[in-house]
């Protein structure tokens, strides 16, 4: 087997060292009902290179990927263009297979990528500080529900109804077992909703996403002042990071809060996973963070350094008492996300982000000319809402047949409601080419 | 510089002079100082050639479009020297024995990586129709099929995204459980000392009652203490197995049958399940739940701290509700069912994340495990044991072994070697560091004082142990020798920086770059 080094010399000699017979011997305080004679039976044998990439190449061929195709899927996941130089870094085996930085003497490379990743993250979200990452925008969101109900000792959260469903469904099953209220709001897809008047004082925080799922762009300022003078939180979701090149950032217009996905940035669409989260508060909540936090300081001799700091939050020191149970988060998606903005950077990020705008722009003026669909957006950034005059999954299905992926049909999301709604984005990946495929195919099909 | 008591300079002498020498740069060699990148900005510059933008109105309604942001601009040469050059100050299983007690740094198949990365999975979009990824349906139910035949247990969820995660996954299934029983008000978890921070930590979460139970001088759970916290209130216990002082828990079936007796449910966390992977199914030991962490046992990479992914896998009673999304087998082939609460979600108990779980990490373990096959992994388990004994019985004359009797995958050791040495578990790590090895996992577990615990994993040659062996025989006597306190404490000497103020970086704390306040420190 190639990945194991020790021959059977070795094994010999290495038992007799430690004083036994064979391995199994080493195994006797298994009960011997459950210590098995051989390997488990019914399953495969081992398998060179070769014989595995035929395998997994096989199952890859079963999937249409969405860059071979005109591909206009979002919905919580962007397909961006990713400088080849980020896949490039990130596979150094010295990021790729290193752990957690707990020896900070050995591992200032991670720490200090962290530190500019916690750095990047508080400048695009417009907040004072950020953590080294959560799992994915979903989960941070709800860390983001717990964490509030922290701070203002009150239990319940208002969910607008512009929050992607998966980020709604993973904050109230946590509700449901952590034991704290949310109140959620019906979906939106034409546009504003009255949350404002739902937050009273024993209201912990108001989760709002910018854009929400449908792809309308909010100015949450004044829910904001309002939150403010109830004594509640905003926290403020965002599912496409590139949007923040270009809209106001959630810390400018008041967040508490800002809990998001970091995909588009580095990190392919993988059929969902790993995201990286991000997770940005103002300094003032910095110790009821979930999650590690990488500090500046200095070494014996003075030097500039970096530590994983303010542990005393985290599970490893403070155990039942800790802000969160994350340990292993998203490292090296976070490591993807910093290299694609360290290549873009200041002119490169925002340009990038207007870029997406305007196809976006270009492809909702080309649909709206298209006989039986309706833009419903008045206000977006790369990604909108269409109603078709027929149920959008079956278009969408029909449309993958002849080698269009046409979008997320809304009912995917809020599990059978909306169903002529479709969710059409477009990045810089988007062509003219596939503007003419996506209208001709939906011309057709609606015809 | 450092003499020991007789004035003689240490061996580390040498290095600390040569590491005085002052260079115009202050670069040593190979070793180079790199600035932040925002201290490296260049106004302007990019990394990354688009095309133009068209200069049409912006659609963005009342919303201001934002104004400078504060990023650097570099271009691509400078961008891939910073995180070439950040990378060279990493430790890592690529350079070396990783030995991090219950972290199980193994060696990562770069075959992993290339599968991963086939544009069929990597660039499939999660919302894509389900007829256009069949294929990666087909992987998902596979790794299940793997992971429930390994496990010898009914179902599985590979939602979470770590070994946290699916400790809280799992955690849920057993309240989801009781609650459909009518038994919600089971408050209380039995949790050993030994276990990992996250047990407790998700336990209270959860709004559960963590009741500790004490350890038994074979390093083994007190079963009789266990056994005797039994009762009506008692939603269950987490119990990690092989525990994390490196031991299988003997007692796992009697205690297993003494909960389900109690109407308590049996959590195991499984962070230590490639010790066992192969030989030992979990569903002979009587487990409810247990979390899987593919970083761990599925050699997944740990990538400076995650991703991870956390399957867990379920007993017939646990099984009806794993939460959303998983996949079926229905007439147009392989299916998800995405929405708790719908019609052919029975009752699953809700969602744990977004889409479908860390789809990344499922390709690089199945390709681990078809690598190794059942026998691979046989071999392979089998060789992480050998490995630790191995370690352990080399060392058991100079060191102090917390406990008699083979471990499994790692070996436990206390302080009780350095007693009065003035020399503490932390410098004998630091002291290992300049040696070119990564330290053991430190104070962990916290039943035994001053924890040393080393995990080699069956990816380690004989001839590697032997050179780590020896390192840390040499540094037991020599701390054992006497008056070695401050060489110990004096190391890391010879790494990129030497031992760093924690205090004041928890007192004072500077979380980001701020523009215009410079860099601290020369
Ligand atoms: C025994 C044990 N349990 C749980 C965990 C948590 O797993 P993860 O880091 O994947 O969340 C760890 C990881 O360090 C562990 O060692």
Request: proline share 6%; net charge negative.
């Amino acid at each position: 087997m190639r990945y194991l080094p020790l021959t059977e010399a070795d094994r010999r000699a290495m038992l007799d060292a430690i004083g036994v017979r064979s391995v199994d011997d080493l195994f006797r305080d298994v009960p011997d009902a459950a210590r098995r004679s051989g390997p488990v039976e019914g399953l495969p044998d081992h398998m060179g290179e070769l014989e595995v990439e035929r395998a997994l190449g096989a199952m890859a061929a079963k999937n249409v990927p969405a860059g071979s195709v005109p591909s206009f899927l979002g919905g919580g996941a962007y397909r961006h263009h990713i400088p080849a130089a980020v896949d490039h870094l990130i596979q150094r085996g010295e990021f790729l297979t290193a752990y957690t930085p707990y020896q900070p003497e050995i591992s200032q490379g991670t720490l200090q990528v962290l530190f500019e990743f916690q750095t990047q993250v508080a400048l695009l979200t417009g907040m004072d500080v950020a953590n080294a990452s959560m799992y994915d925008g979903a989960t941070a969101c709800a860390e983001a529900v717990m964490m509030a109900n922290r701070l203002t000792r009150r239990r319940k959260a208002i969910l607008s109804g512009g929050l992607h469903p998966h980020y709604r469904d993973t904050t109230t099953t946590d509700a449901r077992f952590i034991g704290f209220e949310t109140v959620v709001l019906p979906p939106a897809p034409t546009g504003g909703e009255d949350i404002a008047a739902l937050v009273d004082d024993g209201t912990a925080c108001v989760v709002v996403q910018n854009p929400d799922v449908f792809g309308h762009v909010r100015d949450y300022t004044e829910l904001a002042d309002l939150c403010r003078a109830r004594g509640a939180l905003l926290i403020v979701v965002v599912t496409e990071a590139v949007s923040l090149g270009l809209l106001t950032p959630p810390g400018d217009m008041g967040a508490d809060i800002v809990a998001a996905e970091g995909q588009s940035l580095g990190n392919p669409t993988g059929f969902g996973g790993p995201y990286v989260g991000l997770f940005a508060v103002k300094d003032k909540y910095v110790r009821q963070m979930p999650g590690r936090l990488c500090g500046q300081t200095v070494d014996a001799d003075g030097r500039r350094g970096f530590v994983l700091t303010l542990s005393t939050r985290e599970q490893h020191i403070r155990r039942e008492k800790a802000t969160s149970n994350i340990c292993t988060n998203s490292g090296l998606c976070a490591l993807a996300f910093s290299i694609h903005l360290s290549l873009l950077g200041e002119d490169g990020f925002r340009h990038l982000a207007r870029l997406n705008h305007a196809r976006a722009v270009r492809l909702a003026d080309r649909l709206a000319g298209v006989p039986g669909v309706a833009v419903l957006n008045d206000a977006f950034f790369n990604e909108f809402t269409v109603r078709l005059t027929k149920p959008a999954a079956a278009v969408v299905d029909t449309l993958a047949g002849r080698g269009v992926l046409a979008g997320v049909p809304v009912s995917r999301l809020f599990a059978g409601e909306h169903e002529d709604l479709l969710l059409v984005a477009a990045t810089e990946t988007t062509t003219d080419s596939d503007m003419d495929a996506l209208a001709n195919g939906l011309a057709e099909v609606l015809r | 510089m450092t003499m020991n008591a007789q004035g003689r300079p240490t061996a580390a002498f040498a290095g600390e002079s040569a590491g005085g020498e002052e260079t115009v740069t202050g670069n040593r060699g190979l070793r180079i100082e790199e600035p932040l990148i925002f201290e490296q900005d260049s106004p302007g510059m990019t990394g990354v050639d688009l095309p133009a933008v068209p200069d049409a109105p912006l659609r963005l309604g009342t919303v201001r479009p934002r104004g400078r942001i504060g990023l650097p601009g570099l271009a691509e040469p400078q961008v891939v020297r910073h995180y070439t050059r950040l990378s060279q100050k990493n430790y890592a299983i690529d350079t070396g024995l990783y030995p991090l007690g219950s972290c199980t740094m193994k060696h990562n198949p770069r075959l992993n990586e290339k599968m991963a990365r086939l544009p069929g999975f990597a660039d499939l979009h999660p919302l894509q129709p389900q007829a256009t990824v069949q294929g990666a349906l087909e992987l998902m139910d596979t790794l299940a099929h793997w992971l429930k035949t390994l496990t010898g247990m009914p179902a599985v969820t590979l939602a979470p995204a770590a070994g946290a995660h699916g400790e809280m996954c799992g955690m849920m299934a057993i309240r989801a459980a009781l609650e459909h029983r009518g038994e919600g008000g089971r408050t209380r978890v039995l949790v050993p000392e030994s276990a990992h921070g996250t047990n407790p930590a998700t336990a209270a979460a959860l709004g559960f009652t963590v009741d500790p139970v004490p350890g038994a001088p074979d390093g083994r759970v007190d079963a009789a203490a266990l056994k005797a916290k039994l009762g009506s209130d008692v939603a269950g216990i987490m119990l990690t197995n092989p525990n994390t002082c490196g031991l299988f828990e003997r007692d796992i079936r009697s205690i297993a049958d003494a909960v389900h007796e109690a109407g308590a449910y049996f959590y195991c966390d499984g962070a230590n399940f490639n010790a066992i992977v192969g030989r030992v199914r979990p569903a002979d030991l009587g487990i409810d739940a247990m979390h899987i962490n593919l970083h761990k046992t599925f050699s997944t990479p740990h990538g400076g701290g995650g991703p991870g992914s956390g399957p867990v896998v379920f007993s017939e009673s646990l099984a009806p509700f794993v939460p959303v999304p998983f996949v079926v087998h229905g007439p147009d082939g392989l299916r998800l069912v995405e929405h708790a609460g719908g019609p052919d979600a029975g009752t699953a108990f809700g969602r744990m994340k977004a889409f479908h779980g860390q789809m990344g990490m499922f390709v690089r373990a199945l390709a681990y495990i078809l690598s190794h096959g059942a026998d691979g992994l046989w071999q392979a388990s089998g060789d992480a044991v050998l490995n630790a004994n191995y370690v352990m019985a080399r060392l058991g004359d100079v060191m102090t072994p917390s406990f008699d009797g083979p471990c499994m995958h790692e070996c436990l050791f206390d302080d009780r070697f350095l007693k009065g040495t003035g020399v503490t578990t932390l410098d004998i790590a630091k002291a290992l560091i300049d040696e070119g090895f990564h330290p053991m996992t430190m104070y962990f577990p916290l039943v035994v004082h001053g924890a040393l615990l080393i995990e080699p994993t069956e990816t380690e040659s004989r001839a590697g142990l032997d050179q780590f062996v020896d390192t840390l025989r040499a540094l037991a006597e020599r701390a054992r020798a006497g008056d070695a306190a401050a060489w110990f404490q004096a190391a890391p000497r010879l790494t990129p920086r030497r031992r760093l103020d924690e205090t004041t970086a928890a007192r004072k704390p500077v979380l980001r770059w701020k523009e215009g306040e410079g860099r601290a420190g020369p």
